[in-house]
Every structure is written in structure tokens, then in C-alpha cells.
């Protein structure tokens, strides 16, 4: 395993200290419990955003940290959730009088320390609700989660529901408008190698060379099927049929079309897929009339990709194009 | 190898395919030849901006067309020149009247292919500059060059030198500012695995599992050593010092640091690179005042990454700030 990295056992902590370094205009950074906050948080009457989850990700969740989106993101070690702990004092950072929402990824782990906070949070009269993000139509149980997994449509989620709080929508509202972006928004991955956890030295998984996964979750658990490396447009075709069929999508539909990259993948290739998933949309019909491609949901260095497709509306439209200042995504003013 | 494309040779024409697809508010596509132009272009009485090379390296360049950046990019096969011919067409659509600037990385076919460009534009009565970029300060001559590479450090060639043009300086000026920024600015890169180019299927070069190569190029040419793993502190260490050398970087200087990763690299991984460099800088006396973190220069697959310094006045941190509107990199307005 090579890695650019100094001790395993250091590389969150670290890789916090060099968020903070890069984005002081952006987010301050707490060490001891851990979390990324939102530089001029609490924002006194907003609804303020928490998510969080094993690290790993990234940008997921930490780069979403701004103006616009999250108030705050934890990040747990390497593929495993942060403790109950993080959460609260985040919850409790971001908190500006009109509640806080937590945006859970749907694993096991995370919700009930999610839920382990957001109860905490309650005994301090910090109103908390929390939407869970299950966008992954590949399993219906997987390693780690009962239930559908929640992958790149957090993405989705995150900068929606910041839209909404920062043009200050209550936490009724908030939730509300999360709630519907997760309900019309499905997601489905493809692997080619595996991720290295550092601790573990070595690939999550073999993946023989010439084969790949289908329906893989951001940790690396299995998916659908292990077949062999097919042509990009076939796996595109792969990736979107159950998608489409899951909502349904439908003819006439408006959608934010998002060709996400694991980590691994050459941005060159990202962009073979966008085309073959946008023609497979114009032939149904369904009009891609917002995009996103790019790294932002990943599994350490695993090769890969998925696609995510959201339904639109005038209001999610509205939102999503709403100014956002982050480390990994912005726009406008 | 594993690589979500179709057929090899047509790798380029449809990742370019996707790019129109994905970004239709920022850009058109011409496919014959192949170029990737602003969508407005030309702007009557801007200096417009060329840039372009092998594909391969992506989002440079075509990442980087639209306002407050490039007009146009043109990207060749795989890690090879594209031929004057579509950097002909490129200039000719970009050419509002006030001239072209031709930004171009310090490859011998890049380098030839630009110039014969520039002599046919001129003979079609287009005034055209050109600004050699060659930051890498790892070594003197290399596999495809004559002098040093261009690297990372195009990308914040590209950034000023689009700002210039687009608040209206005249050519002049615009590659004044440009080579100014090249001037200014030196990178070094390290690299722990070989990019696999499609059409060879095989990695460019041998890498053991346990070592490194300092100062590689960013098609994998051989940089100053090969040495064995080390602490990523000991890497950037290694990185930062003939970068500061060189130019030289003094106590009181204040700098962009730009971390930048070669494509398979987590973006956990560059943080912790980001923390150390900065770490480095404050004990010179040097400001880190302006930030960039992420694969903006990349190398197919590769995983590594560079450190790029720029020594900042007030003139390029106020370009630097300028609205930027492109697929890869924007903010303001």
C-alpha cells in the first residue's frame, strides 16, 4: 500500500488541520471532539445543517462546509461513523435558535449516533429533526445498513435543504424539502478496483482484472453482480435501467443529471458516461436540465463511478441553482 | 486495465461529447476538428485565450473554458500535442478583434504545434501572443522537452491571465500578466503509480509497491529520484524546498499554495500534504493568501500529486479573486 499519508492512525486529524489551512475564509475546525464548522456559525434564526459520517469521502461531507450549505460536517475515522459525541457539540455549534437538521447517510452506525445526539441535543432544547438519505436503488440490504444505503444523492440533499435554511425556510420546511429531494432522487455505482483503508493496508476486496462490480456501495460492499469489464455505454445502460424503472422517471420529467467519480477514476471518463447517460435520458424523453460531474462523493482511490438522477421541480430547480460557497462546490452570490 | 471507456480512439470525441452535454451553459463543442469554445465566443474587443495538449490531464483545459478563464481548449489524443490545425480553429473562433493569447505548456510538440498556429493566424491578420509555461523546478530537460515542464502551475497562468482579459486588457498586457505568473510561480510533483494511457493498456512506467518517484511529469516522466516510501511530511519536504529555492521565496512574501492532485489520489491525502506545506511556509515567514486544493492538473489515473507556489502582489491577487465561471473551477458572480 502506498499512500501519502504520515501515521494511519493521524490521517483524519490531519487532513482536518489542512481543511482548516486552506479554507479559513470558508470554516473553523474543532480538534478535540472533532468537527468543521461553518466560519461565522451559529447564523442567529437559521435553521442550521449538520452531516456527517466515516471519512473517506471526501469532499463528502467536509467541502460542503459554507454559505449556502452545511452548517457543520463530522467526520468519523476512515469508513466508520462518528460517535454521538462530535455530533452534539456540532449540533450544538451551529445552532442559532431555529433548530438543526442532521442529514444522515443511511448506515447502521451512523443513525443510531445520529439519533444518540440528536436526543442529547433535545435535553438542551435544541430542536433536531433528521432525514435520512437512502438513494442507492442497487441492494435492498446491505453490509452495513438495513434499508437502502444512502451514496451521492447526499450531495443532492446537502445543497438543497442549505438553499432552503439560508433563505431562511423553518425546520419544518427544511426537513420537508430534504425529505422530497432524497424521495425523488435514485443512485446506482460500478467498481473497478477496491479502496485501501489505511489501517488495513490492504484492498477492501479482490477484484479480479477483469472483472468489475456492479451496484457497489461508497465502502465497498457488494453489489448486484460481479461481471466482466464491459464497454462504458453498457455499463451506463446498467447503472440507469434500474434507476429509471425504481421512481419511475417518465417522459417529460425535468432531472439534475450527476455522473459522480469514486476517487480513482479519470475525469476524462466521467464524461464518457455523462454523454452515454444523457443520451439514454433524451431517448426516454426526460429532459437533463441540470448537471453536476465530478469527485464528490468517493471511496478513497477506488476506481468507479455512479450516476444519480433527481427529479426535478421549479422549486428544487430554484434551490439547487441558489449561490453556494464551499470548499467543493460554488457558485453566484 | 480497467477503464470505463468504449473504444480507445474514440476516447477524446466522447469525452468531449460529454462535456457538451454537461455544460451547455458554458460551452460548445466543435468535433471536427476538435476544440471546446465558450459559449459566447467570440467576445468582440476581448483578447481571447487559447490553451490546450494532450487530453489526459483533465479538467485542464477544457475545464477551464468560460468566463473570467479560457475561450477556448484544445485538447490533442492522449497525452499527445493536438496538431495546428484545431488550434487554428480554436483562435480564429475566439478572435474578437483585440488578438489571441496562446498559453501553452513547455512540450516540444505542444510548443511546434502552437507556433504553427500563431504564423498561420498572423497570416489570416489574427495578433497573436504566446506564453511558454515551465514552473516544474524538478528537472533541467526531459523526455518530451526542451527546458522545464509545464505543470500545475498552468492552471493559475490560465486564472490571471483570463482575468486580465476579461476586465479588458488589451494583448499587451494579457501575456504581460501571464508570463508574470509563470515568472512567479514553481511546482513540483511526486508520483506513486504509473498512468495507464487507453490505447497502450499498460502502465506507462514500473513502479515498485515501496517506492516513490519525486519530481515526476505529469505524463510520467521520469522527475529527480526514485526513492522508497516516506511520512507524506518527508514528501512535501522534499517537494517544497527546491520550489522555494528557486525562485527565491522570502520571509515577508505572500503566496497562492496550490495543492494538486494527479488523479488517484484521495483528497484526504491532499489535505494532509496542504497542512504540511503550509506548516513549512508559516515557519519561513511566508503568507499562504490565497488557496487551491484539489485535481486540477492531472495524469490519467496516477496517483501523486504536486505543490505549486505563486508569489502573489496586489495586482495577480486581485485577478486571482476575479469571478471565474468554467465546469472546474468558479465563484463570484
Do not use: C
Amino acid at each position: 500500500m502506498k499512500k501519502l499519508i504520515n501515521d494511519p492512525k493521524n490521517v483524519v486529524a490531519e487532513a482536518v488541520a489542512g481543511i482548516a489551512a486552506a479554507h479559513p475564509d470558508l470554516v473553523t475546525v474543532s480538534y478535540d471532539p472533532i468537527f468543521i464548522v461553518r466560519k461565522d456559525a451559529p447564523t442567529p434564526g437559521k435553521v442550521g445543517i449538520v452531516s456527517g459520517g466515516g471519512s473517506g469521502h471526501e469532499p463528502l461531507h467536509g467541502g460542503f462546509v459554507g454559505s449556502g450549505m452545511l452548517d457543520a460536517a463530522v467526520p468519523g475515522p476512515v469508513f466508520t461513523s462518528p460517535t454521538p459525541d462530535p455530533i452534539l457539540a456540532a449540533t450544538i455549534a451551529v445552532n442559532g435558535g431555529a433548530g438543526v437538521l442532521h442529514i444522515v447517510k443511511n448506515y447502521t452506525g451512523d443513525v443510531l449516533n445520529f439519533e444518540t445526539a440528536a436526543d442529547l441535543a433535545g435535553a438542551e432544547d435544541i430542536d433536531v429533526r433528521t432525514v435520512i438519505v437512502d438513494d442507492d436503488v442497487a441492494v435492498k440490504d446491505s453490509l452495513y445498513t438495513a434499508g437502502r444505503r444512502g451514496v451521492a444523492g447526499t450531495v443532492l440533499v446537502e445543497k438543497i435543504a442549505g438553499a432552503a435554511a439560508e433563505r431562511g425556510d423553518d425546520l419544518d420546511a427544511v426537513a420537508a424539502v430534504a425529505t422530497k429531494v432524497n424521495a425523488q432522487t435514485r443512485s446506482m455505482g460500478v467498481a473497478l478496483t477496491a479502496p485501501v483503508v489505511p489501517h488495513a493496508g490492504e484492498p477492501s476486496f479482490d477484484l479480479p482484472e477483469d472483472e468489475i462490480e456492479i451496484g457497489i456501495g461508497i465502502h465497498g460492499e457488494p453489489g448486484r453482480a460481479r461481471i466482466k469489464l464491459e464497454p462504458a455505454d453498457a455499463i451506463v445502460d446498467r447503472l440507469l435501467a434500474p434507476i429509471l424503472e425504481d421512481l419511475p422517471f417518465a417522459s417529460g420529467d425535468q432531472v439534475l443529471l450527476f455522473v459522480n467519480g469514486m476517487g480513482g477514476t479519470p475525469q476524462v471518463e466521467l464524461y464518457i458516461l455523462f454523454r452515454r447517460a444523457a443520451e439514454v435520458l433524451a431517448e426516454k424523453g426526460i429532459t437533463v436540465s441540470r448537471t453536476l460531474v465530478g469527485n464528490f462523493v468517493t471511496s478513497l482511490e477506488m476506481q468507479g463511478a455512479s450516476i444519480t438522477v433527481l427529479k426535478l421541480d421549479d422549486e428544487l430547480t430554484e434551490l439547487w441553482d441558489a449561490p453556494v460557497q464551499t470548499a467543493a462546490l460554488r457558485w453566484g452570490r
